[in-house]
């Protein structure tokens, strides 16, 4: 059985950084596509950076420039590193995974797609 795991969300005052990681585990192959979603209460799922093959990555506007989307060698762990946060990135940030390597990047520029596997997520907040 596919299990994705996230850790690293935390509370950090705007201008911070943080690291997050998501652990996939019971899954022999590679994936083709992962990315990073986010979803802040009452607000829809949004995209924040995607990686195909893991190596071409692709970035949500707002997280261009400020985060960077990385995978392992063996390919079981996904990172996000997150600097210059602010407050509107305040959500709970998950992990994704899918078989078809342009799949992730579809979801994050379209909004439209599901995933089946993804993590519980780790919460991120950003205050003063």
């Known amino acids: 059985q596919v299990h994705l795991m996230e850790s690293g969300g935390g509370s950090v005052q705007p201008g911070g950084s943080l690291n997050l990681s998501c652990v996939i585990s019971?899954?022999?192959?590679?994936?083709?596509?992962m990315a990073w979603f986010r979803q802040a209460p009452g607000k829809e799922r949004q995209g924040v950076a995607a990686i195909r093959e893991g190596v071409t990555a692709t970035y949500a506007n707002f997280a261009e420039g400020r985060f960077t989307i990385s995978q392992d060698g063996a390919k079981n762990t996904l990172y996000l590193q997150m600097t210059g946060l602010e407050p509107e990135d305040t959500a709970m940030y998950y992990c994704?995974?899918?078989?078809?390597?342009?799949?992730?990047?579809?979801?994050?520029?379209?909004?439209?797609?599901?995933?089946?596997?993804r993590g519980q997520g780790t919460q991120v907040t950003v205050s003063s």
């Open positions: 994704v995974a899918h078989p078809i390597q342009f799949h992730c990047t579809h979801v994050l520029v379209t909004g439209r797609g599901e995933f089946d596997y």
């Open positions: 019971g899954h022999t192959a590679s994936f083709g596509c």
